[in-house]
């Protein structure tokens, strides 16, 4: 990247920013959620790779709703009839007579509604963690009350342009992960400012698109994750149960966001269903040492200090343990709670910058602990997993304050160096089968 934004013209005369990439056979329209700015896609390195595997095969269409983003600003927020006029008037642009639709969060509404009026463009329908109505009624009862809306909505806007909020509830398994919430802060900042964005989340509140489900005649793919920790599932099995030929695929995981968390099962599955087959997509792996390390008692210290001088202090040992990552030739993968994940392509190196940080970190007053394993990662983006990553964070849970533990593996990689350990006898590490012997790095 970079795609070149393009500006299409609505009936009205408002102007829609557009752009499309990717030149497979069938056009994949991508409908956002509200807040939404489509150059920042290609600031991160995970969502970016979510949105060029989509183009892979497809020529993926994607635009910012009028009134966010690169699209004209507005002052009061547009209803659907109008958000559906620039659907028309970007496939237009685009020379795309009809396309695939795909829908997150609540841009599934508006979706939803141009399948039912423009069934000659709609193709097919994909909807991931969408919904028919946000607030609650007497026959639906799972969405949130009024009362409860209004509160995450004061939370949203007393948030806004910080990104915590979001990046922690549309991402659990990320919080922590500072590269995330501030790629969601400058995303906020980009689409549209909080009184704006208060304004746009109460009209989304009032919309409820329900007596249209049954006029949907494009075949309809609905994606949510099992465990989804901001979109209750139910609202995507309403939408199986009430629109036809639609079929509910309900994925592993508890990250709303689809490009974190295991974005290829959420991509696989939309090109098996626009395509009819799925390509094997063979994921990068290497072998590295991976490193987690936690700051001990870290919520007894912050109550202690209270969140200005905790806040300094975070601050402090963030520069401290990137400054030892960096004399190490580590790469810092990410901020995890109060500590980091990083990888090596040495172990001897990875002992040495741990051993670092402890020693380092003990000048603020922090006791920092750390774990090690050797293993072959997955490289996800800019992000790793695997197992070796699972067990390099269960092996951290066992080491004491200012303990390096290491893995056997690790162990016997070094052997030769100077490095010394003591035995810490075969334990069980959570989630991970077998025993593990592991060792205490000596000074």
Known sequence: MPVQTRYATARDGCRIAWSAIGDGPI?????????????????????????????SFSRLILYDRRGSGMSERLETPAPLEEQIDDVHAVLDAAGSQRATVCALYEGGPMA???????????AALVLYASFARMTWAPDYDWALPPDLRAKVMDALEEDWGVGTLLADGFAPGYKGDRRLSDWIARLQRLAMDPRYARRVNEVNGAVDVRPVL?????????????????????????????????????????????????????????????????????????LATVLFTDIVGSTER?????????????????????????????????????????????????????????????????????????????VIGDDVGGMAVHIAARVMATAGAREVVVSSTVKDLVVGSELRFEARGEQELRGVPGLWRLWAVTA
């Open 302 to 378: 912050a109550a202690e200090l209270g969140d200005a001088r905790w806040r300094s202090l975070l601050e402090q040992h963030a520069s401290l343990v990137l400054a030892q990552l960096a004399r190490h030739r580590g790469r810092a993968i990410k901020s995890v709670g109060d500590g980091y994940l990083a990888t090596f392509d040495g172990p001897a190196r990875a002992i040495r910058a741990a051993s670092g940080i402890c020693a380092e970190v003990a000048g603020l007053g922090l006791e920092v602990r750390a774990g090690l394993h050797t293993g072959e990662c997955e």
């Open 27 to 55: 056009d994949l329209l991508y409908v956002p959620q509200t807040v939404s700015a489509m150059e920042h896609i290609w600031d991160h390195p995970t969502v970016m790779g979510f949105f060029t595997r989509l183009a």
């Open 112 to 122: 939803m509604l141009f399948a039912a009026s423009a069934p000659d463009r709609v």
């Open 214 to 286: 049954a006029s949907i005649q494009a075949p309809t793919l609905v994606l949510h994750r099992r465990d989804d920790a901001n979109i209750n599932p139910r609202h995507s099995q309403y939408l199986a149960d009430h629109i036809p030929r639609a079929r509910l695929c309900v994925l592993e995981g508890a990250d709303s966001l689809p490009f974190v968390g295991d974005s290829e099962a959420v991509a696989g599955e939309i090109e098996e269903f626009i395509t009819g087959g799925r390509r094997e997509h063979e994921a990068d792996r290497v």
